[in-house]
């Protein structure tokens, strides 16, 4: 890390107290190739992540004279990623972890902050120990001439600032059950410059609705329904997730056999009138009553046979989400 006060070729103003310079070079002349880099420890979790940071070309012609093409940024990795060494001045691979520049890092950049960050979402399958910022580009032309500058002289030197990481907030996970009191929704923190929309989709229907416009919500459907989160972040791209909460099944009730009596022979079957196949029911028999065979789960229907006993014989259904 380098205080601006310190950098070789400023002078220039940071966003924050600090900053970080770093040169890049193609082959020319009797010059070898360059691409300075930084490393730092981080923690993170396997999750979905957005990152943005800003980039400030200087304005000393001696040290820049190009401007980036494509390639710079961020990369994320379980340990220092191939090739890195204590010099941090080789030309490294990308991991695709991370965010890279597409579009030209040019004159607009010089000796200014205001131009938009270099942003994205990714994905880190395994978490992340270490995260890299440098020019993750060895291509001819990776670098590109400035105006008014010597085109000749492959050079250049840039700083970065205001680096940016977040995880991106999620719908959460299925919920299967709640009660009338209702479930709060959505997990993750919030991002600055980030706006949440949630919809809801009542049994696999379109999805609507008009809920607040926070990452958290509290629901209480009335039957399963699954609830879409869009985050649009800083940068306008957009990560959709859902989530799934279910309702808790009222009491079976039951309509009684007319056919059933004491003989072992003769059965019957018992009915559950608000039989819904969404939920799972769990079917017992005792005294005179046993089981044969027992709950068809397509129709509801639970048949029995007289157990050859005297005295009274019951069924007991539980219903779950």
Partial sequence: MVVPATAVYGPFTPIGTGSIGLFARRAYSTFDPVSEYVS???SLGSGHYYAQLR????????AANQGIASGFGIQFSTGQLPDANVQMR??????NSGVLSSNLIGQAYVNNWSQAPISG??????????AT??????????????PNRNSAILNTYFFVDDVQIFRVPTAGPNIPCVGSAGVSIGEGCLIPGATYRWLSSI????????????????????????????????DGSTYVTSTVVGTAPPMPTIQDPTDLDGC??????????????QYTY???????IRLFPGLNTTYGTISVKANGKSGEGYITVVASA
């Avoid at 080789?90 to 991991?95: A, C």
């Avoid at 049994?203 to 459907?221: A, D, H, K, Q, R």
């Fill in 55 to 62: 980039v400030n070309i200087t304005s000393n012609t001696n």
């Fill in 90 to 95: 080789s030309y490294l691979r990308p991991n």
């Fill in 133 to 146: 910022i440098g020019l993750f580009n060895d291509s001819p032309t990776a670098l590109t001439p400035l």
């Fill in 264 to 277: 072992d022979i003769l059965g019957g079957v018992f009915t559950i009138t608000n039989y819904n196949p």
């Fill in 282 to 288: 769990t079917v017992s028999a005792g005294g005179s």
């Fill in 203 to 234: 049994n696999s229907g379109p999805f609507s609705g008009s809920y607040p416009s926070t990452l958290n919500i509290t629901v209480s459907p009335s039957a399963t329904t699954t609830y879409q989160l869009t985050v649009t972040l800083p």
């Fill in 40 to 42: 730092a420890p981080i």
């Fill in 121 to 130: 979402q990714f994905d880190l399958p395994s978490g992340a120990t270490v």
